[in-house]
């Protein structure tokens, strides 16, 4: 059964720093984009980042461009977000997706409709407060 954890959240202070993982079980992530997504309170769900295993390319929002740091470790199975210069408007359950490469840029899997994202994870909480 494929699955996919997250881990990593937790309460941050403004500018601060944190590294959510995504540990996928029941397939490996060859031929899968995996991405993070997030839901602030209010919002609706925006694509974060996302990485393909196929040759490495990421996506970026404009809005963590230069903050946050996709990358997969293969043999763990595992993708990790790196956060950092963490905002307040960063506080978001953020969530592991996973959808199969070949049908969708990774803009279109990455994007507001998420095409192709077919696997989810269940979120982690992100708060970032003083």
């Known amino acids: 059964q494929l699955q996919l954890v997250e881990s990593g959240g937790g309460l941050v202070q403004p500018g601060g720093s944190l590294r959510l993982s995504c540990a996928a079980s029941g397939f490996t992530l060859d031929y899968y984009v995996i991405g993070w997504f997030r839901q602030a309170p209010g919002k609706e769900r925006e694509g974060v980042s996302c990485i393909s295993s196929s040759d490495g390319s990421t996506y970026y929002a404009d809005s963590v461009k230069g903050r946050f740091t996709i990358f997969r470790d293969n043999a763990k199975n595992t993708v990790y977000l790196q956060m950092s210069s963490l905002k307040p408007e960063d506080t978001a359950v953020y969530y592991c997706?996973?959808?199969?490469?070949?049908?969708?840029?990774?803009?279109?899997?990455?994007?507001?409709?998420?095409?192709?994202?077919?696997?989810w994870g269940k979120g982690t909480l992100v708060t970032i407060s003083s």
């Open positions: 997706a996973a959808g199969r490469i070949g049908y969708y840029t990774i803009q279109q899997m990455c994007g507001p409709f998420n095409y192709g994202m077919n696997y």
